[in-house]
């Protein structure tokens, strides 16, 4: 299981992965800004303050670049984010 933010799907993981037949899976383990941010949103409204909005920045560090421009990564990572605070904020 690859649990890292970083392509690490190279031909040589693949070749090993079909010489051996096994799988490959995951890209990310939602170890970095996402998941601090459900954390503190977390904390905040625990404490009786709703934030009204969320902001960070991502200085394209490790592959980041490279993976948002894969169309396909870009939405996976679209989807599973852009609502990650918002659902937290709207069901408390």
């Known amino acids: 299981i ?3 933010p ?3 799907f190279v031909p040589g993981v693949i070749e ?3 010489s ?3 799988f490959i899976g995951g ?3 939602k170890t970095g800004q996402t998941k601090m941010k459900s954390v503190m949103v977390d904390w905040l409204i625990a404490a009786g303050l709703k934030p009204s909005a ?5 200085h394209l560090g490790n592959n980041d670049g490279k993976n948002l421009s894969a169309p396909k990564q870009f939405r996976s990572k679209e989807v599973s984010k ?3 605070v918002d659902d937290m904020v709207a069901s408390n």
């Open 54 to 58: 969320i902001v960070s920045y991502n």
């Open 2 to 4: 690859n649990g890292s």
């Open 16 to 18: 090993l992965a079909e």
């Open 6 to 8: 970083q392509n690490t």
């Open 82 to 84: 852009s609502n990650v």
């Open 27 to 29: 890209d990310d383990f």
């Open 20 to 22: 051996k037949n096994v």
